[in-house]
Nanobody, 133 residues
Framework: EVHVVESGGGSVQVGDSLRLSCKAS???????IGWYRQVPDPDRGCELI?????????YLRDSVKGRFTISQDKDKNMIYLQMNSLTVDDTAVYYC??????????????????????????WGQGTQVTVSA
């Protein structure tokens, strides 16, 4: 099954850009891959940011549309999250996750009360993104 590792986080200022990378352990052509973030605000918790599905369709959370872009390089087993015009509300630990056990369910339909939990997904270790004013 697919395992993932993230990289590319850091500390930036409002308006800056970052690109997160997610390396899959093997081909993910049959697996949906998503980016989540664990936000410090307990009222927001674990948020699904973006998904790239096995049929190459994509999902973006409304709050990041126009600023974030998900892309993939299947030959390199890589998934990227380009984040532009960052705001302080984007501060979080960002996780890449692979839907390895619930293929009949879209990642958008999965309920994640906390990132890294649950049965369906293999999670990366997370990468911190801090945006300062």
């Amino acid at each position: 099954e697919v395992h993932v590792v993230e990289s590319g986080g850091g500390s930036v200022q409002v308006g800056d850009s970052l690109r997160l990378s997610c390396k899959a352990s093997e081909s993910f052509r049959e697996t949906d891959i998503g980016w989540y973030r664990q936000v410090p605000d307990p009222d927001r918790g674990c948020e699904l940011i973006s998904v790239i599905s096995s049929d190459d369709s994509t999902y973006l959370r409304d709050s990041v549309k126009g600023r974030f872009t998900i892309s993939q390089d299947k030959d390199k087993n890589m998934i990227y999250l380009q984040m532009n015009s960052l705001t302080v509300d984007d501060t979080a630990v960002y996780y890449c996750a692979a839907n390895v056990r619930c293929h009949s369910h879209s990642m958008e339909s999965l309920v994640q009360t906390t990132c890294t939990g649950g049965y369906c997904l293999n999670w990366g270790q997370g990468t911190q993104v801090t945006v300062s004013a």
